[in-house]
């Protein structure tokens, strides 16, 4: 199952499990496993290095148990369709957990021009308020 541009989770490393989905769909729902549970072992994964594999151990902790993380699909009446359904959560899921957090800012300085004319613009407001006001104040 491809993740991201340079990460790959190899299909061995995927658990998968068939059950009866609910919800409405007739007689063909009480026959058909086609609800789908995909789960993948984060904690002892071979397809991820350590680092990633520390950032996605945090960023997913809350969804983990035991380390394994599981995603259900069970919208579709095809068994075949929430395979992919699970396969693409898993996917968006994992890419989203592994990608790097966001660049630090730099603090950096208002330009001169920059604060010109913010004092411009509040000066021409105060005169403004200035001329609004009446004569004898």
Known sequence: MRVGPSLTVPASELGVRFSRAGG?????????????????????????????????????????????????????????????AAGERLAALLAEAVAPGPRTRRPTRPTRGSQRRRLDGKKRRGEVKRLRRSADD
């Open 24 to 84: 409405p769909g007739g007689q063909g729902v009480n026959t058909t496993d086609s609800r789908v549970e995909l789960s993948f072992d984060v904690a002892r994964s071979g397809a991820l290095p350590e680092p990633l594999r520390q950032r996605a151990l945090q960023r997913l902790a809350g969804r983990l148990s035991g380390g394994v993380l599981t995603v259900v699909a069970a919208e579709h009446r095809s068994q075949l369709q929430n395979r992919r």
